[in-house]
């Protein structure tokens, strides 16, 4: 089973940035990682995915040029790097797991972490 603890939130002005983390354990090898964040009262979205190999990835239109996912194999962690926040980034932020194609569709995705809060000031 995978497990995965994501780290990295808080509360920032718009404008800056924050780096969230999330962490894997377990049958983490092959899987593809994504982002997602769900805001108060409404459905949880498609942030940012990458491939296992790090080679590919893919981004909503809302924060395509702002945020940048990465993925370190020997740590078993991905990374979602977010510059130039907004208040409507503000959100739970979710980390996922999936084994095979890419996919931008939270019900594909089985393995899910706790979530952690980003909130944006105005």
């Known amino acids: 089973q995978v497990q995965l603890v994501e780290s990295g939130g808080g509360l920032v002005q718009a404008g800056g940035s924050l780096r969230l983390t999330c962490v894997a354990s377990?049958?983490?090898?092959?899987?593809?990682m994504a982002w997602f964040r769900q805001a108060p009262g409404k459905d949880r979205e498609f942030v940012a995915t990458?491939?296992?190999?790090?080679?590919?990835?893919d981004y909503a239109d809302s924060v395509k040029g702002r945020f940048t996912i990465s993925r370190d194999g020997a740590k078993n962690t991905v990374y979602l790097q977010m510059n130039s926040l907004k208040p409507e980034d503000t959100a739970v932020y979710y980390c996922?797991?999936?084994?095979?194609?890419?996919?931008?569709?939270?019900?594909?995705?089985?393995?899910w972490g706790q979530g952690i809060q980003v909130t944006v000031s105005s």
């Open positions: 377990g049958p983490f090898s092959g899987s593809r």
């Open positions: 990458i491939s296992w190999s790090g080679g590919s990835a």
């Open positions: 996922a797991a999936k084994f095979g194609v890419i996919s931008t569709s939270k019900s594909l995705y089985p393995h």
